[in-house]
């Protein structure tokens, strides 16, 4: 799911994150002066690696990955600290899906400081932009000891092993794997909705995207591991579970079964301590009635679905390879609109992909007035490398697709400010999340995700209650608890 309007109300108050995120951007990113590339680093063995930092770019996938490789972390005897000053080992978990978020561990690496009281520190780029750059990394950035792909985190105990025996630049770059990154320890940030991997990397070739490339081929997690940890994590206490994967419908039990996803979806539903899961992403290619269906007869699974639709244009679908038109999605959301609970609806949508016209980007617009949806993560069309849609040019200026995007989104907010209006005076059960003190408020989120502040206390956070819906806003709903 897209990132980039994450509803402010409740991050504002969301629990500290134990991966710290800075909020300092160098104001020369990019590139690396020309004369450091001539200059050979020096080598210093960095000795036992005692402490260590993450910071994290992008989606869910990325923030769980981080916190496994936490777990790797911790696993190995390390201690996580809160400053990237007092690190032996700072990791830049990267995301490559636009440029701008590609940029910015360019801009980290900008602000970087070689030395660690006295010892070298050890810096590594993991994630999206480390699988894209490869060992390019290390001539662009020489202060970078490792590169490491999502699909090789498995060998990163082996990697840290070499930089503490005095090797100076190690990577897993390989892409050629059918396994998924299992690892005995997770260290878990949020303490009420625990992520849990289904299914890894993707074999779509959207002509956009650049994750097939950069996150590996398509590897699904043998069901008896997912329903192992989801149990686990009853047992700890986390009553909210999000499936994760890249494509997530497209999940199919390895193991001889070869169960599908909506069977994966019920056994989950049926954990005790279970109270709500959700799943994201899908894509509407893998998307039929019985996801619906599995909503309808498990109260567990909560009434939301992202569903992704990328553009209301059937060529424009077609030159971004999405394997549907616009009315076969729409199909897909009439199938949602007959459950028998309000699913609430959420998409992505790019704006001004190669050769977008006026019509095709009015066509995106009646299909949101068609479909309503409760929320749109949208964005401007960013050219990556190695795409199929790469060579086809950008035809569209910044300016243009600034506009397009403004008028979209201010599209949306009426949408979502009717939408929201018509729940006045109707209860919600929430999942608190978080309190602010100021504001004397709670916040929490609906089984269809809405986010609702009401006048609440900081032990209230973690509990389920109900609170009847008092005042409505574009992105957020106020109430009091019942
Ligand atoms: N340009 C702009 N947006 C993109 N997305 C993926 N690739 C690109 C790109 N090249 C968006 C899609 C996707 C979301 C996670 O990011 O809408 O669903």
Request: charged content about 25%; overall charge neutral.
């Amino acid at each position: 799911m897209g990132n980039e309007l994450v509803q402010l109300t409740l991050a504002n108050c969301a629990p500290p994150a134990v991966i710290p995120a800075t909020a300092e951007t160098h104001p020369a990113a990019g590139l690396v002066p020309e004369t450091a590339l001539r200059q050979a680093p020096r080598v210093a063995t960095p000795g036992k690696l005692q402490t260590f930092y993450i910071e994290t770019f992008g989606c869910q996938m990325n923030v769980h990955d981080s916190e496994k490789v936490q777990g790797l972390l911790l696993a190995r005897g390390m201690t996580p600290v809160e400053d990237h000053a007092q690190a032996d080992l700072v990791l830049y978990n990267t995301c490559s899906i636009r440029e701008k978020a590609a940029q910015k561990v360019f801009s980290r690496l900008g602000a970087f400081r070689k030395q660690n009281n006295g010892r070298r520190k050890v810096i590594g780029v993991l994630g999206c932009v480390a699988q894209q750059e490869g060992e390019r990394f290390f001539e662009r950035a020489p202060q970078v000891s490792l590169v490491c792909g999502s699909a090789s985190y498995s060998k990163l105990p082996g990697l840290l092993d070499q930089l503490e025996a005095g090797n100076r630049r190690v990577s897993g770059l390989s892409l050629d794997t059918d396994e998924c990154f299992e690892t005995e320890v997770t260290r878990r940030d949020n303490p009420f909705r625990a992520y849990l991997t289904i299914i890894e990397g993707c074999d779509q070739r959207c002509s956009f995207c650049v994750v097939p490339m950069t996150r590996g081929p398509q590897r699904s997690r043998p069901s008896d591991k997912i329903l192992d940890e989801a149990r686990r994590l009853a047992d700890e206490g986390y009553s909210e579970i999000q499936l994760l994967g890249q494509i997530v419908n497209a999940w199919q039990d390895p193991s001889p079964t070869r169960a599908g996803f909506v069977e994966l979806l019920s056994r989950v539903a049926e954990i005790p301590g279970i109270r709500r899961v959700r799943f994201t992403t899908s894509h509407p290619r893998f998307f039929g009635p019985d996801i619906v269906q599995a909503i309808d007869s498990h109260p567990a699974l909560c009434d939301q679905i992202h569903l992704p639709v990328q553009s209301g244009s059937s060529a424009v679908l077609a030159r971004m390879l999405r394997g549907y038109t616009r009315e076969e999605y729409l199909e897909r959301i009439a199938s949602i609109r007959k459950a028998r609970r309000a699913i609430s609806i959420s998409t992505d949508i790019i704006v001004g992909f190669c050769g977008e016209t006026r019509e095709d980007f009015e066509q995106t617009l009646s299909l949101m007035r068609e479909v309503e949806y409760d929320q749109v993560f949208s964005f401007k069309y960013s050219r990556r490398p190695n795409t199929p849609a790469e060579a086809s040019g950008d035809a569209l200026d910044e300016e243009e697709k600034g506009r397009r995007l403004a008028e979209l989104q201010e599209l949306q907010r009426q949408i979502q400010l009717r939408r929201n209006q018509a729940l006045l005076g109707q209860d919600f059960e929430v999942l608190v999340e978080g309190y602010q003190p100021r504001l004397g408020q709670a916040v929490g989120r609906s089984t269809t995700n809405r986010v609702i502040n009401f006048p609440g206390r900081l032990d209230d956070v973690g509990h389920y209650l109900t609170v009847k819906v008092t005042g409505a806003g574009p992105n957020s709903l106020l109430g009091v608890r019942l």
